[in-house]
């Protein structure tokens, strides 16, 4: 779970956007390219972003998770209806918008299932994230937590006795806790 | 075996070797004193990821130290016929008459024998590692060991180590499992590590930071780092030509890391005078 210290208070809840901004900039590499596209009758994009490889069109729910789930549904239409005149807007350099489009829904009460739910009825990949507000109401705290599908999560590493059968490092007698110790110590390299 | 013609070395190559920087004086001359005397003189190569690189490494490193004026003989406990290390000295090996024992002659360097494990590999090892302990300063047996930790087990003790990994975590933590064995079997073995290929200098350094650091709290083992040892074009090629790179004339990124990684094993070993 990533925490944001940044603390907000009630008035400042309409910043929402911002802090996401930051999250998804600083967290996961995303250039955030613009806030608040579109409009509320024909859809609406909340931050529209890229890391090179995807266009991500984030929403960020501040009601019940279906309202959020077809504002980010008919923000994805209204995408795909002005691609043409975002490119044209948009330089290559600032964002490709012919790149593969990809959902964002942030959301405090998504449904258990909804991963799943949303992978098999999308036709674009769909990315949820829950965020959740501690402390005082006047002054909270956030917390964003994502909800990946199990397969994109990351790979659950083998166990220390498969480990010890695979590798053949079984007679250097190294305990469960060492393996596991030693894994956390190294980390990921390449 | 195929007669090659070996008199095709150029002037380059024998220039290379009659260049070492290592006055001719100094492997007469040996090393005094208790240090020299603990020394340990059978180096196990141990590349648990790759046989391949572990067979190469070890006959390049031999080529090196023998460069620096050291008598070095070479046990390949892999003795695969493809790629041990008598594949990667293809070109500069050749049998000694009525023996088993194949040599490497090259000028301006002590001869290197080369040792295979089959038939009588085990026996053959512990001959060596006492005949090694008696030769004393200015030799090494440089034994290629395969990733067979039981046979490690039952091998003679009293060795130094030199562990070759990549950055994975698998093959970091064979070497860490290694490390612990080792230092199992003899508490006064030196044991030094290589990355293989890493993608720069600095996580290269970060990982060994970590990992040496583990390995003292855990084990209050010291592990020495030797750098890391750059694939590259003429790398691939010398594999291909069973010719070893060190020996190759052409620049090579590959070569001077293992011509480092030799130089900063033997100085770690105050066989060398630091630089």
Redesign the interface.
Known sequence: MTRILKPISAETLGCLDQIFAQYFREERGMRIVERSLGNDFTGRIDLLATDGARVYLITIGTGEFPRCLFRSFTGYRWFRENRDFLGRIYSPEEIDVTLPACLIILSQDIPPGAPAVCKDVCTVPVLLYRYRLFGAPDDPDISVESLAEPEDKPVIEPSPDV?RK?????????SDA??L???A?????? | MEQVNRLGRGIEDVSRLYLSDTPRSDGDKGEKGEAALRRRRVVRIINPGSALMGAFFTANFSLELARHRHRVAIFDGEAHETDGVEAMLRNVVYPESGAEVLSVRLYGIPDISLYRARPDGAERLFELARAAQSYGEGFWLVVNTPHRMDDLVQGPAGFDAVLLSTLETSPLLQCYAYVKLIRQIDPDSRISLAFIDPASDARAMDAFSRFSAFALERLGACVDYLGRIVRDELMDRSIADHRPLVLCCEPSAARESIVAASRAFLQQRGALPPE
Not at chain 1, 166 to 174: C, F, R, T, V, W
Not at chain 1, 185 to 190: C, I
């Open positions: 480990l695979k590798l053949g490092i079984g007679p250097a007698g190294l060492e393996i110790d030693f894994r110590a190294m980390g990921p390299f390449e």
